[in-house]
């Protein structure tokens, strides 16, 4: 009986937060399929004039210090095994926890200093400068 209860008052939750996992996190979205140039292989094409991407590697972003033009959209791919997120440290974004191939994506279209981090990694630290 309890079991029961306790079972339909999370069943809810769980089915929002698999859906809002599937297609899209706070103010930026999960990328899937994602554009060519978004891989883990260096040799992949070049992004086009209005994205970047940044590859999460080794514990990493890379480029930690990105700088861009208002309008541009940022990917980004986790290359590592362990899951990572990409979070903005002044709540202007959060991802869901991204596991390995995994990509997020964000346009930003106003200028200004975006540091953000990693939510389980507190030691992955990296900025974004929209000018
Ligand atoms: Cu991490």
């Known amino acids: 009986m ?3 209860a306790t079972a339909s008052l999370l069943m809810p939750a769980l089915l929002a937060a698999a859906l809002a996992g599937c297609f899209s996190d706070k103010n930026g979205e999960i990328t899937d399929p994602s554009p060519d140039f ?8 070049a992004p086009p004039t209005d994205a970047r991407l940044i590859r999460i590697r080794n514990f990493a972003f890379g480029p930690a210090q990105l700088s861009v033009p208002a309008g541009t ?5 986790n290359c590592d095994t ?12 959060g ?7 995994a990509v997020f994506s964000r ?3 106003n200028a200004g200093s ?16 929209v000018q």
């Open 38 to 45: 978004v891989s883990c292989d260096t040799s992949a094409p």
């Open 114 to 129: 975006f540091p953000y981090h990693c939510e389980p990694h507190d030691f992955m630290t990296a900025s974004i400068t």
């Open 95 to 101: 991802s869901s926890l991204l596991t390995q191939n």
């Open 107 to 109: 346009r930003f279209d």
């Open 2 to 4: 309890l079991r029961r």
């Open 73 to 77: 959209t940022v990917y980004w791919i």
């Open 82 to 93: 362990d899951a990572h997120t990409t979070t903005s440290d002044t709540n202007v974004w």
